[in-house]
């Protein structure tokens, strides 16, 4: 669709598999990642082998202003500018909040949610000046119904919904559409801590007494950049199997 698509987060995963179908449709991507360094850049070839596309891959800290200012400045001197923007850059911490930190909890907040503020706040305004764009956040069915053990990472995804809800307002007369996928329990590395009685404890819970997969939320995402969701801005769309209605 030669369309320029930065995915937060993806290395692995849900963004993997989100950078995957964008890549399938022709479009050019920057992929990002914190830490994994080789991963992403194997991955970077693996896309531009197969799908004979143009990829931008970049290694650093999301949570970091200067660090999303520095991606931007190579986003707009390669590319001109973002025309979708998926932020899914996420960590987890899983224990009591009375055992957390504060540099944990500064630590969870700034990579989950202020990182989804810094990409928004300068991928916007290319799509001003384009009057058009697609932002689409991942969230949680934790930042729906809240989690126990996940404090922040649950306060987190919750921020992210109501910061798609308040955006999705603030730039829809300029023809931005602004979305967000909140996935279930999904089979990602991020999940691999849960052993196999809570895995099927999840699924009894959940009404399709199925674990979800990354191609799940990948095909949502993919219906939320096209232009069949013109129409549809603000809403947070539950991948979940039914777990939460």
């Known amino acids: 669709m030669n369309r320029t698509v930065l995915v937060t987060g993806a290395s692995r995963g849900i963004g993997r598999a989100i950078a995957s179908a964008f890549a399938a449709e022709g479009d050019r991507l920057i992929i990002t990642c914190s830490r994994s360094e080789q991963e992403l850049l194997n991955f970077k070839k693996e896309l531009e082998e197969t799908f004979h596309t143009e990829v931008l891959a970049s290694v650093g800290d999301i949570s970091s202003f200067e660090y999303v200012e520095q991606l931007f400045e190579q986003i707009t001197e390669r590319f001109g500018g973002v025309d979708v923007l998926i932020n899914n850059a996420g960590i987890s911490y899983i224990g009591l909040l009375t055992d957390m930190s504060i540099d944990d909890w500064n630590r969870i907040v700034s990579t989950n949610l202020t990182s989804v503020f810094s990409t928004s706040r300068l991928a916007i305004p290319h799509m001003v000046h384009e009057k058009k764009g697609k ?68 699924k009894e819970e959940t009404p399709l007494g199925v674990i979800g997969t990354t191609e799940d939320v990948a095909q949502m995402v993919g219906f939320l950049a096209s232009d069949h969701s013109d129409f549809i801005t603000g809403q947070v769309f539950g991948i979940n199997g039914g777990m939460v209605i």
């Open 135 to 202: 932002i689409i956040n991942i969230s949680s069915v934790w930042g729906i119904a809240g989690a126990s053990c996940e404090v922040a990472y649950s306060a987190c995804k919750g921020g992210i919904n109501s910061f798609t809800k308040a955006l999705a307002k603030e730039v829809g007369p300029s023809h931005i559409q602004v979305n967000c996928v909140a996935p279930g329990v999904i089979k990602t590395a991020m999940n691999s801590h849960l052993d196999k009685q809570t895995l099927e404890m999840l």
